[in-house]
């Protein structure tokens, strides 16, 4: 899995101690999951995000690594939300997750943030991604401090469909 995010990218460039510095506890993070899903993003808060972002990028209400990755599938609870910032917000419902050899239990809930420049945003751009559809993806596993909850920021591994299995729309 290749790690490509603005954010990381910008930290490993300035700050390279503060995400090779974390060790991934599988089962402490996948414990993280959430048990009811996110709040809808509301127009404000969209509508800001352009500023907030950056803050978030250099860690003030921002991102914390867990120095996990994961891979899963689930259904969004509501269709994706855009931001100012580009980013693609999708609250899912898990019906699969494994991190390492830990897998998520029954009944819990993830957001993935979908960053501008991947080939995940390219396949949200293409097609809306709507409440109910399927998705897999991957990536790392990140706390967003803001909730706190776990997020998965999904690059290279996302797919959509509709049905059984999720095709890498690309």
Known sequence: M?????????LEEH???RTRAV??????TVALLSKETQKALGWFSRFIAFLTTPFKRIGISGWKETG????????????AQHST??????????????????????GRYLRLEVEPGTRA???????PIKQGMLVTFGGALVIDTDGPFLEIHPDEEFGVGVG????SNA
């Open 2 to 10: 290749r790690i490509r995010h603005y954010w990381r990218k910008h």
């Open 15 to 17: 700050e390279p101690a």
């Open 23 to 28: 060790a991934c506890d599988a089962a402490g």
């Open 68 to 79: 996990c990755a994961g891979e899963g599938s689930g259904r969004p609870v509501r269709d």
């Open 85 to 106: 910032d580009g980013f693609y917000s999708i609250d899912v419902t898990l019906q699969a997750l494994t991190v390492g050899a830990e897998a998520a239990p029954a």
């Open 121 to 127: 945003h390219e396949v949200c751009a293409k097609a």
């Open 164 to 167: 059984g299995a999720a095709s």
